[in-house]
């Protein structure tokens, strides 16, 4: 009997990774065997192309460096475009333990959700609270965010900047749109409770950066803050205007 057509996706969005994407495609490869894999190379000029290739996975490369914006939207649209019905994603520096992706990914093909996302400040299920320290700084940005995501959702969302998602077919046309802002995430979420879709944030298990360096540091990260609290404001005055 011939398997049938692979209904999982799950893809990478990697810039300047080739330090540690090696070890999340070897992972994947064994947690998630029956799964199809993408990186996305958002413009890399080292081997990260090269090494996703050779580590089995599906590239779409761009041919500059466009953000990661671009490269969340581009996964999603892969996803929807080549009739998958459930879609992952994960981080190229190693920090999303695959295990904790497949466990999202059953949440929903179970039907359980729309939206299942990784967060690391929610308890339960044997994971503790208070798991994850960040800075003071840290700390104040995601009280911040969290303080504006209750208030634009109306719901808690404790790791609204969270890169684990599994997501279904439902999903995907909402989250393969042209982001507008720096917050890919944020906006993403705002856009799922607009549609209706159910998001369930499951807690998870994540680690330190298996090599290179973060993105986001000293005056990006006071960014990202800044662009998430325009995010929430901006999408609740379109809101609003859509329903008079």
Known sequence: MNP????????????????????????????????????????????????????????????????LPAAIEAGYRYAAEHGYRFCGRVDADGQHPVPELAR?????????????????????????????????????????????????????????????????????????????TGAPEVEGLIRLRDAGLIVEEVPVHMRGRAGGESKLRGKKALMLVLTVGLTVFLGERWRRKRQR
């Open 104 to 180: 999202l990914l059953e949440r929903v093909r179970s039907g359980d959700c729309d939206v299942a996302v990784g967060s690391r400040f929610v308890s339960g299920d044997g994971y503790a609270d208070r798991r994850y320290e960040a800075t003071p700084g840290r700390q104040f940005g995601h009280f911040l965010l969290r303080r504006l995501m209750r208030w634009r959702l109306e719901t808690p969302m404790m790791d609204a900047t969270s890169g684990m998602y599994a997501v279904n077919e439902r999903a995907l046309p909402v989250l393969a749109r042209s982001c507008g």
């Open 4 to 67: 049938g057509p692979v209904e999982t996706l799950v893809f990478v969005p990697a810039w300047n990774e080739e330090e540690s994407l090696p070890a999340v495609l070897a992972e994947l490869d064994a947690e998630l065997a029956d799964a199809d894999v993408l990186v996305v190379d958002d413009g890399s000029t080292d081997r990260t192309a090269q090494l996703a290739r050779a580590g089995g996975a599906d590239v779409l490369s761009f041919s500059e460096n466009r953000g």
